[in-house]
């Protein structure tokens, strides 16, 4: 009898490797809240410098109230696609909250922000049209980019110029241009006005993914665009401002607001709207109560931005021969950039045997040779934790500063 042919499955131990020799390979960690900004991982405490909870809403007791009621109301599941059985009341409400809260005539309600920017770009352009999209967008945008089919043009981080050019070169009758507000690995804004006129001057619609700036930028944490003065009276047509709840809002899901005719399209076109089910109704009455929170949360973004400072003057000290690089940011998410991924990897590990809890970022989330840690700092961090972060990472600078001389 023939042996059996060798399947390619057989290559799947030996590229497994391969990742884990290129210090790449990821793993999942078991995690249970412990109070404040710590966490118990994998059953050790740890005080966490890793979650996206900016506002430290997501074990807020008004939420997991609002879901207990309307789990007794509701039930648990929403039993079908939003344009079947699926579209409670609870949700209905919620897109009507949302878009008042982000003072835009519309919303539309999902229930995972990368199946929204995934599905929404292919619904707005396609073959022969032509998108835009900044180098380091978030993967749900580079996905969606790519499922559209429409021609990518794909320009420099931030480099409105390079924008300009591509715009004016493009002989596409729609256009679209693509951008995250705050970049979710460097953490910095980009400018939402520039970006806007250039639209508008070469007929394009904007898609802006405010994950990380909803409930904490603008007015009463209305978001970038908000904060840029883009709302209410001031709204573009143009503009289609995408964010999602899972971050600062404490829940989950995602939502995308702009003008009622260009939502009205979406509802009608997006295949991970039209084809999934619905969002569960508990979890849009906790977001309804969390908007509520946002608003009233000018005391808890004061706080993220005291710590924001703090950390920021405190990683100014470090040697500059350790030759680590902390990016420009504002906002929670705050990169210090390490190198390599084994470099980084080190970092992250002598941190996690203080019991902190920083992750490293390798690519391809990030470019080769820009591995980092990723430092998300919550309203829930005290002015003492951030004082144990930075003196721990002094003492790894230094010792790195050591071993460098010698």
């Given at each position: 009898?023939n042996a059996?042919?060798a399947?390619?499955?057989?290559?799947?131990?030996?590229?497994?490797a391969?990742?884990?020799?290129?210090h790449l390979?990821?793993?999942r960690?078991?995690?249970?809240?412990?109070?404040?900004?710590?966490?118990?991982v994998?059953g050790?405490?740890?005080?966490?410098?890793?979650?996206?909870?900016?506002?430290g809403?997501a074990?807020?007791p008004?939420l997991?109230?609002?879901?207990?009621?309307?789990?007794?109301?509701?039930?648990?599941?929403?039993?079908?696609?939003p344009l079947?059985?699926g579209?409670?009341a609870?949700?209905?409400?919620?897109?009507q909250?949302?878009?008042?809260?982000?003072?835009l005539?519309?919303?539309?309600?999902?229930?995972?922000?990368?199946a929204?920017?995934t599905?929404?770009?292919?619904?707005?352009v396609?073959?022969g049209?032509?998108?835009?999209?900044?180098?380091l967008?978030?993967?749900?945008l580079?996905?969606?980019?790519r499922?559209?089919?429409?021609?990518?043009?794909r320009?420099?981080?931030?480099d409105?110029?390079?924008?300009?050019?591509?715009?004016?070169?493009?002989p596409?009758r729609?256009?679209?241009?693509v951008?995250?507000?705050?970049?979710?690995?460097?953490?910095?804004?980009?400018?939402?006005?520039?970006?806007?006129a250039?639209c508008?001057?070469?007929?394009?619609?904007l898609l802006?993914?405010?994950?990380?700036?909803?409930?904490v930028?603008?007015?009463?944490?209305?978001?970038?665009?908000?904060?840029?003065?883009l709302t209410?009276?001031?709204?573009?047509r143009r503009?289609?401002?995408?964010?999602?709840?899972?971050?600062?809002?404490?829940?989950?899901?995602?939502?995308?607001?702009?003008?009622?005719?260009?939502?009205?399209w979406?509802l009608?076109?997006?295949?991970?709207?039209?084809?999934?089910?619905?969002?569960?109704?508990l979890?849009?009455?906790?977001?309804?109560?969390s908007?509520?929170?946002?608003?009233a949360?000018?005391?808890?973004?004061?706080?993220?931005?005291a710590?924001?400072?703090?950390?920021r003057?405190?990683?100014?000290?470090?040697?500059?021969?350790?030759?680590w690089h902390?990016l420009?940011s504002?906002?929670?998410?705050?990169?210090?950039?390490?190198?390599?991924?084994?470099?980084?990897?080190?970092?992250m590990?002598?941190?996690r045997?203080?019991?902190?809890?920083?992750?490293?970022?390798?690519?391809?989330?990030?470019?080769?040779?820009?591995?980092?840690?990723?430092?998300?700092?919550?309203?829930?961090?005290?002015?003492?934790?951030?004082?144990l972060?930075?003196?721990?990472?002094?003492?790894h600078?230094?010792?790195?500063?050591?071993?460098a001389?010698?």
């Amino acid at each position: 009898m023939n042996a059996p042919a060798a399947s390619w499955l057989d290559e799947i131990p030996a590229r497994l490797a391969d990742i884990g020799r290129a210090h790449l390979l990821r793993r999942r960690r078991v995690v249970q809240p412990a109070g404040g900004a710590r966490l118990l991982v994998d059953g050790q405490p740890m005080l966490a410098f890793c979650s996206n909870d900016y506002l430290g809403l997501a074990g807020h007791p008004a939420l997991a109230e609002a879901a207990r009621e309307a789990t007794h109301r509701f039930g648990v599941g929403s039993g079908g696609s939003p344009l079947v059985s699926g579209h409670s009341a609870a949700n209905a409400a919620l897109e009507q909250e949302l878009a008042a809260f982000v003072q835009l005539p519309r919303a539309l309600y999902f229930y995972a922000g990368y199946a929204t920017n995934t599905g929404i770009i292919p619904a707005l352009v396609g073959d022969g049209d032509a998108l835009f999209s900044d180098a380091l967008n978030h993967a749900c945008l580079i996905d969606g980019a790519r499922l559209s089919r429409a021609t990518i043009h794909r320009y420099p981080h931030a480099d409105l110029a390079a924008l300009e050019a591509a715009l004016a070169a493009s002989p596409a009758r729609r256009k679209l241009v693509v951008s995250d507000a705050v970049f979710s690995m460097d953490g910095d804004l980009i400018d939402i006005p520039a970006l806007l006129a250039l639209c508008e001057r070469f007929d394009a619609l904007l898609l802006l993914d405010d994950a990380h700036g909803f409930g904490v930028l603008g007015p009463q944490g209305r978001g970038s665009l908000a904060q840029a003065g883009l709302t209410g009276a001031a709204a573009s047509r143009r503009v289609l401002y995408m964010a999602t709840l899972g971050k600062a809002a404490g829940v989950a899901g995602a939502f995308v607001a702009g003008d009622a005719a260009l939502i009205e399209w979406l509802l009608q076109k997006t295949r991970t709207y039209i084809f999934a089910t619905a969002a569960p109704p508990l979890l849009a009455s906790a977001l309804s109560k969390s908007l509520e929170l946002i608003a009233a949360a000018d005391d808890r973004r004061q706080q993220l931005g005291a710590r924001i400072a703090q950390l920021r003057s405190g990683l100014a000290a470090l040697p500059a021969a350790v030759g680590w690089h902390l990016l420009p940011s504002d906002t929670a998410v705050q990169a210090l950039v390490i190198g390599s991924n084994e470099a980084a990897l080190a970092v992250m590990e002598s941190l996690r045997a203080e019991g902190l809890w920083v992750p490293a970022i390798r690519p391809p989330t990030v470019p080769a040779g820009t591995a980092r840690l990723r430092i998300a700092l919550s309203s829930a961090h005290t002015a003492e934790d951030v004082d144990l972060l930075l003196q721990a990472l002094q003492r790894h600078a230094a010792g790195c500063t050591t071993t460098a001389q010698t």
